[in-house]
């Protein structure tokens, strides 16, 4: 009797896991009939303490705003002292002068008003009984002085993507990029040219390093070639991880590979030659059509709290697999391999475009975010919103005064129950507001403070063509509509921290859209306040990254033109200082994703604006 009453019991639970109509709720039901979260131990990886980037202090120097003056702008890093104050130094004509009277404790930046032809620049942090620390040196002739620095490209080709690493220890990020800019999608006819996708580092003076050919086993498009550059094994040194591919691929009759050895590879950073590989995520017909199969990604996660693993996924729109690996002494070792349909059907189609890593439930070891869902650090799912596709989702901290972090999510399927576009909690995914209102293919979305008006960061959105509206939404922090017209709704894709205040700024001359615009034939771009002014204007090349790379902890900007990478940097002087925003780990969760997927700008765990 009590085996019937079980089977009837699990029949019903089983009714419930499919049909209800709150996803939360299908979830809740289904974790009951499938309870595998709590079987799969955690990880424990190589690492006695987290394996963290050493950073120098990333002095920078270029031309004040009135044009006769020098800028000098340098990192406050988590291991200075509160009381840590530094004096500014200049070498001329042979001899050294303190340029600074008393140590600077409020800023992270100083002007030269007398600045010599030819100086070499440095800081010194200085903290009451303690030895003073001095940075590099920063050699400056004046008249070659310019608001960004240009590396020269070998090839004369243009870069498509861009990781930030230390290759060489050194303390300062080099350059990993891949090469050419054009991207062939799944959905679009195959390439036949015979093109190939080649990775190339640089050291951050520009020093060639090497370059690797992707060859004609992966297809020339993001979807095929994700990569991600990392100090993995925790020497000091990043290594560069990459999908790559076998001699034995197959091509159909529209230059789509369609079958053939796949691998994750691990690079060594200083000269590209392999260190380990494994087998990639295999081909299976659970994935839909040869376009939701090749679908990849690569990300890197602490899943044990102090050790970097390298994530390498396939599928976005059905299945979703993600395997994590640990490299250790050369060798790559899988952790664990998460495979949606097994553990769950309500997480299938709930991938985005890009992933990106953090600590969303207190327990010190970081989750996975995949989109509309999250995986747990031992490879099993934590929530699923069951909102479907997101084509973008970000974690963020929304406003000071709500607990924990929060997921706003835009949904790429038509949407009647007010969700498409959405916040939920970070941590057990559970609905906090929704737009309210029905929402049709939204294909875009971001959050930033550009608004001192309202509390906490903007939300805003926009449709897609393709679902038959071009509406275009944007919402307070707790999701108030907001009364403005389609033209005034900023672009999501490339926000930065430019000036002294804490709103951000966006880009006019950008499509702003897929991060890329057409300024290498001409059209330059400015960076500017939402309803405001212009703040920098004359920036050429198509945006790259944006990042706070060096200098204080404003951020910088990547750009791409025919052989060139540009690095811009504000000459806004500060109002205030705080510690680099790359030392924080949801910061540079996004930074390194970016050199995969579609382009999101990054946002640090705690909240950072008005």
């Known amino acids: 009797m009590k085996k019937y009453i079980y089977t009837l019991v699990m029949l019903c639970l089983s009714v419930y896991a499919l049909y209800a109509q709150d996803p939360l709720e299908r979830h809740y039901y289904w974790e009951i009939l499938n309870p595998k979260h709590e079987s799969k131990p955690p990880v424990e990886g190589f690492a006695q303490e987290r394996v963290v980037e050493k950073l120098n202090r990333g002095l920078t120097v270029v031309p004040s705003q009135d044009g006769k003056s020098v800028y000098l702008s340098w990192r406050l890093l988590a291991s200075d002292a509160p009381t840590t104050g530094f004096h500014v130094y200049r070498k001329a004509d042979g001899k050294v002068r303190r340029l600074s009277s008393k140590p600077i404790s409020r800023t992270c930046d100083f002007v030269d008003a007398t600045p010599a032809e030819q100086a070499s620049y440095w800081v010194e942090a200085i903290v009451k009984g303690q030895k003073p620390t001095a940075s590099d040196k920063k ?6 002085l310019k608001q960004y620095t240009s590396i020269r490209l070998h090839d004369g080709v243009k870069a498509g993507k861009i990781a930030l690493a230390d290759l060489n220890g050194d303390g300062t990020y080099d350059y990993i990029i891949r090469t050419p800019e054009s991207n062939v999608d799944p959905g679009m006819p195959g390439d036949t040219t015979g093109k190939t996708f080649k990775i190339s580092a640089y050291l951050s003076d520009g020093t060639y390093l090497w370059t690797y050919d992707m060859g004609p086993g992966i297809e020339p498009g993001i979807w095929y070639s994700p990569f991600i550059v990392y100090d993995f094994d925790g020497d000091g040194k990043a290594e560069v991880a990459i999908k790559t591919a076998g001699d034995d691929y197959i091509k159909n009759d529209k230059g789509r590979v369609c079958g053939g050895s796949e691998y994750l590879s691990v690079l060594d950073g200083m000269t590209g030659k392999q260190i380990d590989r494994v087998d990639w995520p295999e081909r299976n017909d659970r994935y839909g059509n040869l376009i939701r199969q090749n679908r990849n990604q690569m990300g890197v996660a602490y899943l044990d709290g102090k050790t970097p693993y390298i994530l390498s996924a396939r599928g976005t729109y059905k299945l979703m697999v993600v395997d994590a690996w640990m490299l250790k002494d050369g060798k790559l070792q899988r952790a664990w391999r998460w495979d949606g349909d097994e553990e769950n059907p309500l997480v299938r189609s709930m991938g985005a475009h890009s992933m990106v890593a953090a600590d969303v439930d207190g327990d ?15 490879g099993t799912l934590l929530w699923s919103s069951g909102l479907g596709h997101s084509d973008k989702s970000y974690l963020c901290k929304l406003r000071p005064d709500m607990e924990g972090m929060q997921v706003f999510m835009v949904s790429e399927p038509k949407n009647e129950d007010g969700r498409g576009v959405s916040v939920v909690d970070a941590k057990t995914g559970k609905l906090i507001w929704g737009i309210g209102q029905t929402t049709f293919h939204v294909g875009d979305g971001m959050v930033a403070d550009f608004d001192s008006a309202h509390p906490g960061l ?74 405001g002014e212009v703040l920098t204007e004359g920036i050429e090349g198509d945006i790259l990254m944006i990042a706070d790379m060096e200098g204080d902890w404003r951020e910088e900007l990547i750009t791409a033109l025919p052989g060139e990478l540009r690095i811009y940097r504000t000459n806004s002087p500060a109002r205030d200082r705080r510690v680099t925003l790359m030392q924080d780990p949801l910061y540079r969760s996004y930074v390194a994703h970016r050199s995969m997927g579609y382009p999101q700008a990054p946002v640090p765990s705690y909240y950072l604006g008005e």
């Not at 050699?139 to 070659?144: A, Q």
């Open 364 to 378: 010190g070891r970081d989750e996975v975010m995949l989109g509309s869902c999250t995986l747990d650090d031992n």
């Open 458 to 531: 903007e939300c805003f959105a926009s449709e897609d063509r393709k679902g038959g509206s071009t509406d275009k939404y944007l919402l307070t922090s707790d999701g108030k509509k907001l009364n403005v017209a389609n033209e005034e709704v900023p672009g999501c894709r490339n926000w930065i921290w430019w000036d002294a205040d804490l709103l951000r700024e966006t880009f006019k001359g950008d499509d702003n859209r897929w991060g890329a615009s057409s300024s290498s034939n001409g059209r330059q771009q400015s960076v500017w306040k939402w309803r």
């Open 139 to 144: 050699e400056v002739i004046l008249p070659d």
